[in-house]
């Protein structure tokens, strides 16, 4: 037994070189070194490797009972350190991304990326029923963005497929990202200007998807893009605009609503005083002017009077015009400043009008109903007997 042993370790190990011996031992050393800090999972593996080894330490041991030599119990020590070195390599060469939380594992990229490459198929094809299934089936990211930056979403809005922008909505998109360019997902659909960006913009704004962006607002009253304006692609902006403003006038900022909204009125002011170089019917005349007063109904009856105030100003300062256009003057922007004044003053009229209809209900009242309802007689002089 003792000699098929030392047969054994001598076709494995070469006992002549023992400057090999003392390279592994100096390797292990550094190794043990940098491995005592590792974490549980690591010293979960030092004891698998100690428990492989016990079988070599066995041998060991009988071989010491059967006579072994020093030279022996060398080879065997030699044994244990080149399996313990082996083993210690194989941890320090595995990866830390092992480690960590996020590691996917190279199985499981390749799924991930086969599922990505089938949902920017569908998306490509508008496939509902696929993009269904695949949300469905699998765990996917439906934020993911593409190597251009464009979402799901942005695809769907730019291709105005009603079906698809539902279905991602449905599954809970993130409707506050931005698109690849940083605008928000109102802008998007409102530069298509489609017919179909309508039904599309009333889904996102019934989500509550999130407001225009400063940069939004900055692209959209922009004087540059006056030279360019298509007549009929402005209407649908005109369109589109208003119905945003339904559901986000309380939402957005002062600043960026009056600005907003004192650039349509001039720009759809400038385009009826130019109409010659726009090409416009009476038709779509009609409905620019009629687009300015739902412009400023809107702000009056939502903000109230308090910020009409802010608006006249704004309504004096004209866009600046680069071209050979006719431009604006103030008799222009005038019936839209009457407008605003005019409805400050109705605010009076209409407490006088309360204040009548409460005093002819209170004459019919005995005097111990009305002390109960009216406490202080200062309160009952001005509801009763102070003229209107």
Do not use: W
Not at 138 to 160: C, K
């Amino acid at each position: 037994m003792l000699t098929r042993a030392r047969t054994l370790l001598s076709r494995v190990f070469s006992l002549d070189t023992p400057s090999s011996q003392i390279r592994l031992d100096e390797v292990f050393d550094d190794i043990h070194d940098e491995t005592s800090d590792e974490n549980d999972t690591d010293n979960c593996i030092d004891d698998d490797i100690d428990n492989s080894t016990t079988g070599a330490e066995r041998d060991d041991d009988d071989d010491d009972e059967d006579g072994l030599t020093d030279s022996d119990e060398n080879e065997s020590q030699s044994t244990t350190t080149t399996t313990k070195g082996k083993y210690e390599r194989q941890i320090n060469d595995y990866p830390t991304q092992a480690k960590s939380k996020n590691f996917i594992r190279p199985h499981e990229k390749s799924k991930q990326d086969r599922l990505i490459n089938a949902m920017q198929i569908a998306t490509s094809r508008c496939n509902v029923e696929s993009m269904k299934r695949l949300l469905t089936n699998f765990d996917m990211n439906i934020n993911h963005r593409d190597q251009y930056g464009m979402s799901y979403l942005e695809h769907a809005i730019l291709m105005g497929s009603f079906d698809m922008v539902d279905l991602l909505i449905r599954f809970g998109c993130d409707l506050y990202q931005c698109d690849s360019n940083g605008h928000s997902y109102l802008y998007v659909a409102i530069e298509t200007t489609t017919n179909k960006s309508l039904p599309i913009i009333r889904l996102l704004l019934e989500s509550n998807c999130s407001c225009l962006r400063l940069m939004d607002i900055v692209s959209l009253t922009s004087p540059q893009q006056i030279l360019h304006i298509n007549s009929q692609d402005f209407l649908l902006l005109n369109a589109h605009l208003l119905l945003i403003l339904k559901y986000h006038l309380r939402r957005m900022v002062l600043n960026d609503i009056l600005n907003l909204i004192n650039y349509f009125i001039q720009t759809n002011l400038l385009l009826c005083k130019n109409d010659e170089h726009y090409g416009l019917s009476l038709c779509t005349k009609n409905s620019l002017n009629h687009f300015n007063y739902d412009f400023l109904n809107l702000f009056l009856k939502t903000l109230g009077h308090k910020h009409a105030l802010k608006l006249i100003p704004k309504l004096q300062t004209f866009i600046p015009i680069t071209s050979d256009f006719i431009p604006l003057n103030h008799d222009d922007i005038q019936p839209f400043i009457l407008r605003i004044e005019e409805s400050m003053k109705q605010v009076p009229d209409l407490r006088h009008l309360c204040r009548l209809l409460i005093r002819q209900n209170l004459r019919n009242f005995k005097k111990s109903t009305l002390e109960s309802i009216v406490l202080t007689a200062k309160l009952q002089d001005y509801l009763l007997y102070t003229p209107i």
